[in-house]
């Protein structure tokens, strides 16, 4: 089975902090994702990746940065967190080969900045 | 823009009955549709997807249906059990891409 594993479930930060948000997947995928989950929302893209070293924006990439260094891992970056980016992130990984890839997703992230 | 839609934000429905989810969605052009369910405080389970060279697939107690022409999809569930309990989301994609496009989800729940 595909594993995709946010290391961090629930985190609380100040406003201003540097917050990173840990993503790694098991199964030699290609492409990853970062998304926020907000009520009434739904589901926003915020950046992804097709390769290692290679990042794309997404929908709403204000705010955050990435990092893909190495292919099983992306990294979500908020260089000064603000109350309005209070969350629930998902990761996800799909294998890119060609189109149409299932996309498997983690459990999420609840971040909280006070 | 582009966007994924859903008729109803919240389904109530008896156990055991069967259940059906709709989701509308705007670019034709898209060719890959897949539903997540989501469990409170769970990351989006992949449930079944369909390609646009399709009209039904189905799963183990899901059932899913395209229709090109109004540009909407629905997911049947049969004989729905309280597991069954959750968010679910119709999500598109285009050709030569795997970015997704969600919609909000519907809430199903089930009463016994």
């Known amino acids: 089975d595909v594993k995709v594993t946010q290391s961090s479930r629930y985190l609380v930060k100040r406003t201003g902090e540097k917050v990173f948000l840990e993503c790694v997947q098991d199964?030699?995928?290609?492409?990853m994702f970062w998304y926020r989950q907000d009520p009434g929302l739904g589901l926003r893209l915020i950046y992804f990746?097709?390769?290692?070293?290679?990042?794309e924006k997404g929908d709403i990439p204000e705010g955050y940065s990435v990092s893909r260094e190495k292919k099983e891992r992306f990294s979500l970056i908020l260089e000064s967190a603000s109350t309005n980016q209070t969350s629930m992130y998902l990761c996800?990984?799909?294998?890119?080969?060609?189109?149409?890839?299932?996309?498997?997703f983690g459990e999420g992230s609840w971040l909280t900045v006070v | 823009g582009e966007s994924v839609g859903l008729h109803l934000p919240t389904l109530s429905v008896q156990e055991g009955d069967n259940s059906i989810i709709n989701c509308a969605y705007s670019?034709?052009?898209?060719?890959?549709f897949i539903w997540y369910k989501q469990e409170s405080g769970k990351g989006p389970q992949f449930i079944i997807d369909?390609?646009?060279?399709?009209d039904k697939r189905q799963g183990q107690r899901v059932t899913v249906l395209l229709n090109k022409t109004v540009k909407h999809l629905s997911l049947q569930i049969a004989a729905t059990q309280p597991g069954d309990s959750a968010v679910y989301f119709c999500?598109?994609?285009?050709?030569?891409?795997?970015?997704?496009?969600f919609g909000t989800g519907t809430r199903l729940q089930v009463f016994p």
């Open positions: 369909i390609r646009s060279n399709m």
């Open positions: 990746s097709y390769d290692v070293k290679m990042k």
């Open positions: 670019n034709s052009a898209s060719d890959y």
């Open positions: 996800a990984s799909s294998l890119g080969e060609d189109s149409g890839n299932t996309i498997y």
């Open positions: 199964m030699d995928h290609e492409n």
């Open positions: 999500a598109e994609t285009h050709y030569n891409t795997d970015k997704l496009i």
